[in-house]
Each structure stands twice: as structure tokens, then as C-alpha cells.
């Protein structure tokens, strides 16, 4: 089994049309949308969800108001000011716990000599199993201001490798996040390859250079593909003689193409319609070799 990580160093480089191209001239592969917290692979591949599951990260603290003595320990000794307090004294004040500042320490638990707080798990967002026109989706929706979205990465990226053992497809394409943070950390570890989409303007060579800084401390074999290469020309090659220079491979490049656009008005990935880039992504398809 291969898995293929579809990375860029910023947002909007064109990685999940990308990806979800990909997808469709597989024909055999399971799709796993690492993107959680701002997944948007299903608004091309229109999924059936065919399993929801309630993902859980972390704890969070909970005063019962009446078993709590207003004693006040747990607002002396929270450090990230989640305790809140209504009364004009201790002797007198109820407490609550504000849970988008709750870290879920556990010291306002530990502390507390009423044992009036509880410590919940803390529910984090869920994740999915779906039927696509080109395969089975693991997906995952990260909550509100959850954290963790490392450790539901991994949750995705567990069970898409279970379906593939299980149906056995001898790909998984893993549409990764953006950036280089601990989600991109969690997407790439234990992949046999990834491929960096990126974009010729100076951020896009920027953020090219700190993800291959990350794929090279994990030794892992790179790809670098640049998205609209003909806006600027001059700015692809230098970005291609640079990806080089860090030891990854150059492998194509895509034009300018406004009917990407539409074909995502259409949920469609580019390669379903007779857009100009399709013929690109085709051919990165082919010098990929998977």
C-alpha cells in the first residue's frame, strides 16, 4: 500500500482540486481529507456519509454549582483565567468555568476539597466514513474552537489505512492541510511520499522552503509542482531551481485555467471536464507514478 500526501506550504495553492483530480484517475485508491480544520474535499467529491463518529480530545473542567463551597481555590490557582466568579466574596460567589479558556489542566480538580468539579472528556468535532463516485472518503469536522486537530488527523489517517486493508486498495491519497504545524506533522508521518503544490509568487516560494524543510528532517521523498505557472514564468523556475536545490524533484506544472473554477461551481475535480489544465494534472499524474 502507498499513501500520497498532497501538501502545500500555505492555503490556496490549488491542493485539494489537485487532489481530488487525482482521485478520479486513480480509480482504486481511498481518499482521506487531513484538512479538518477546514475541510472542503467533499464539496467536490459530494459524499454519502455512511458512518458519523464523535471524536473526543482532551477534558475540560466543570463546576457542579451545588456541591461547590465558593471557597474560591479553583480561581486562586487556574493560570489561564478560566474561572469565573459571580458575588461580591468568596464566602458568598459561585463559580464557573469559562470552556473556551479551559485548558483542561486538571489543577482546579485536583485542588478543589469539595470535589466539586468534574472532568469530562472534551467532544472536539467527529469524523466520517463516505461513498464518493471515486471511492471511499474518511473526512472529519474539527469543532469551534477545538484543539487536537493532530490527534484527529491521525484518527483519519488510521481508519482510511483500515479500509484499504480491508478492500484492498493499493492507494491512499491524503489531502494534507497547509502550513507546517503539528496537523501537517501528523499527515505526513509514515507516508511513502509527498507531493508539494505550490504557487509562483514570492509567499508560495517562501512557504515552499519551509515545508521542504519538514519533509527533508522526516526524510521523506518530495515532489514539487507549481499551480499557474504562467503568471509569472520567470518566478517558476526560480522556485523550481530551489526545490531542487532541496533535494526534491520537479515533476510539472499546471497553467493559469478559469474553468477550475467552474468545474467547482459543477462539483466536479478539473479532470471530469475538458478544462486546459486537465491535460496538466494528467500529466502529473503519469510522472508521478503511483
Avoid at 490557582?77 to 460567589?93: H, I, K, P, T
Avoid at 466520517?128 to 474552537?145: C, D, F, K, N, Y
Wanted: hydrophobic share 40%; glycine share 8%.
Amino acid at each position: 500500500m502507498k499513501e500520497l500526501v498532497v501538501i502545500s506550504g500555505k492555503g490556496g495553492t490549488g491542493k485539494t482540486s489537485v487532489t481530488a483530480s487525482f482521485a478520479a484517475l486513480s480509480g482504486r485508491c481511498v481518499i482521506a481529507d487531513c484538512d479538518v480544520d477546514a475541510a472542503d474535499l467533499h464539496l467536490i467529491l459530494a459524499p454519502r456519509v455512511l458512518e458519523r463518529h464523535a471524536f473526543h480530545a482532551g477534558h475540560e473542567a466543570f463546576i457542579r454549582p451545588e456541591d461547590c463551597i465558593g471557597c474560591g481555590v479553583c480561581l486562586a490557582y487556574c493560570r489561564f483565567e478560566a474561572v469565573r466568579r459571580n458575588g461580591q466574596s468568596a464566602g458568598e460567589a459561585q463559580f464557573i468555568i469559562d470552556p473556551i479558556a479551559c485548558e483542561g489542566c486538571g489543577v482546579c480538580v485536583r485542588l478543589c476539597p469539595a470535589q466539586a468539579i468534574d472532568f469530562p472528556e472534551r467532544l472536539c468535532g467527529e469524523w466520517m466514513i463516505s461513498e464518493t463516485r471515486h471511492g471511499p472518503l474518511v473526512h472529519a469536522r474539527l469543532g469551534i474552537a477545538a484543539e487536537n486537530s493532530g490527534k484527529l488527523v491521525s484518527t483519519v489517517r488510521q481508519e482510511a489505512r483500515r479500509i484499504a486493508n480491508e478492500e484492498n486498495r493499493s492507494l491512499i491519497l491524503v489531502d494534507g492541510p497547509p502550513g507546517i504545524g503539528c496537523s501537517v506533522i501528523a499527515s505526513l508521518t509514515g507516508a511513502a511520499q509527498a507531493l508539494v503544490v505550490t504557487e509562483p509568487t514570492v509567499s508560495g516560494e517562501h512557504d515552499l522552503e519551509r515545508i521542504l524543510t519538514l519533509t527533508r528532517h522526516f526524510d521523506m521523498p518530495a515532489a514539487v509542482c507549481v499551480n499557474k505557472w504562467d503568471l509569472n514564468p520567470t518566478m517558476t523556475e526560480r522556485i523550481e531551481d530551489k526545490a531542487r536545490s532541496w533535494g526534491a524533484c520537479t515533476i510539472g506544472r499546471i497553467r493559469y485555467d478559469t474553468a477550475v473554477t467552474q468545474a467547482q461551481l459543477q462539483a466536479k475535480a478539473v479532470v471530469e471536464t475538458d478544462a486546459p489544465s486537465a491535460r496538466d494534472i494528467r500529466q502529473l499524474w503519469k510522472n508521478l507514478d503511483v
